[in-house]
């Protein structure tokens, strides 16, 4: 665990905030340093304080803070890239509500976790942008959360006669194991064909600087993010409620 310094400065993305009274902000930051930390601004509800966007939600931003008895303050805040504009559609915005629920839920307070930073960071890059299928991002960014988390599932062949391929593969839910056509449908598993397998073993097994350089068709996207979806649930036994609502507005 990183110590926290009496001043120290650090990039952070918001993925949490809250009203304090009728003019502060708490504010719930995943930094690269610190991991998860929690620190008040004060006067950032004030539209024109100086700190207002920088510690707005879906916000990354560079602050430099007191700790104080362990209270943590922003006395300076300047944004470097914010993921959320007026307009933004809902399901766009409850999509990125849903990384930063799952930040909230694997990384830990005082501990640095920056591939998983990373992750979150270009995943929201990609969806804010437009420049990927949002199934195809939200599942990237679930299955390889979950093997940055200690989920990693075994993709490299059959559990049971090791054939690494074939026309019908089954993903087990609970142990995250694989099963040929022949050797039969294990119990809570869910069926994939090559395209799914395929992506599946890119998400897991690629360099980070290649994990987003693939596509499926949007009919085998819609179908990956399901998978993941369900894997991650069952892995963690988590209700994650931004994923609740984005399932309750998406048209997929």
Do not use: W
């Amino acid at each position: 665990m990183t110590e926290l310094q009496t001043r120290f400065t650090t990039e952070g993305l918001v993925v949490k905030e809250s009203d304090v009274g009728e003019s502060d902000r708490l504010v719930t930051l995943f930094t690269r340093e610190y991991g998860i930390i929690k620190a008040f601004a004060s006067g950032a509800k004030n539209l024109k304080s100086k700190k207002a966007a920088a510690t707005s939600l879906l916000t990354y931003s560079s602050f430099s803070i007191l700790n104080k008895k362990g209270t943590l303050r922003i006395f300076e805040a300047t944004p470097q890239a914010t993921f959320f504009t007026i307009g933004s559609d809902i399901e766009t915005l409850s999509l990125s509500q849903y990384f930063c629920e799952l930040a909230l839920e694997f990384a830990e307070s005082g501990v640095p976790n920056e591939e998983l930073l990373r992750l979150i960071l270009n995943s929201l890059h990609f969806l804010t942008q437009k420049k990927k299928f949002p199934p195809l991002i939200k599942a990237i960014t679930e299955l390889r959360t979950a093997v940055l988390s200690g989920y990693m599932p075994n993709l490299v062949a059959c559990g049971n006669c090791g054939k690494f391929e074939s026309d019908v593969m089954y993903f087990s839910l609970t142990d995250g194991s694989l099963s040929c056509g022949e050797c039969g449908k294990t119990e809570n598993s869910q069926i994939l064909d090559r395209t799914l397998l395929s992506a599946l073993r890119h998400i897991v097994f690629s360099e980070f600087k290649k994990l987003y350089s693939f596509e499926i068709p949007e009919k085998s996207a819609v179908e990956l993010s399901k998978i993941t979806e369900k894997y991650i649930t069952v892995q963690t036994d988590y209700d994650f409620t931004a994923l609740r609502f984005y399932n309750s507005v998406c048209d997929y």
